[in-house]
Nanobody, 115 residues
Framework: QVQLVESGGGLVQPGGSLRLSCAASGIAFSIYAMGWYRQAPGKQRELVARITVGGSADYADSVKGRSTISRDNAKNTVYLQMNVLKPEDTAVYYC?????????WGQGTQVTVSS
């Protein structure tokens, strides 16, 4: 079955960095666009960053310049490097694999930015 397993979340101080990973199995990873979304308490899930099959990336304005999404098709893994973290980055971060008529989600990993 399809599995997307996120890792790398945790507690980090403001200004710190984290690298999130999402390992996919059960899908032809290279033909899926991959995305990172986040959901803070009481808020809707929002797109953080997305990378296409061809490697083009898009970012939410709130993380642009501070984050980098990348993918390793050989490892079926997508990464999100986040720098200069702010308290407002606190959320559960979800990995998404997407192509026409197919969309899969991971279970999420908690990121907490606090001193």
């Amino acid at each position: 079955q399809v599995q997307l397993v996120e890792s790398g979340g945790g507690l980090v101080q403001p200004g710190g960095s984290l690298r999130l990973s999402c390992a996919a199995s059960g899908i032809a990873f290279s033909i899926y666009a991959m995305g990172w979304y986040r959901q803070a308490p009481g808020k809707q899930r929002e797109l953080v960053a997305r990378i296409t099959v061809g490697g083009s990336a898009d970012y939410a304005d709130s993380v642009k310049g501070r984050s980098t999404i990348s993918r390793d098709n050989a490892k079926n893994t997508v990464y999100l490097q986040m720098n200069v973290l702010k308290p407002e980055d606190t959320a559960v971060y979800y990995c998404n694999a997407d192509r026409p008529f197919r969309s899969y989600w991971g279970q999420g990993t908690q990121v907490t930015v606090s001193s």
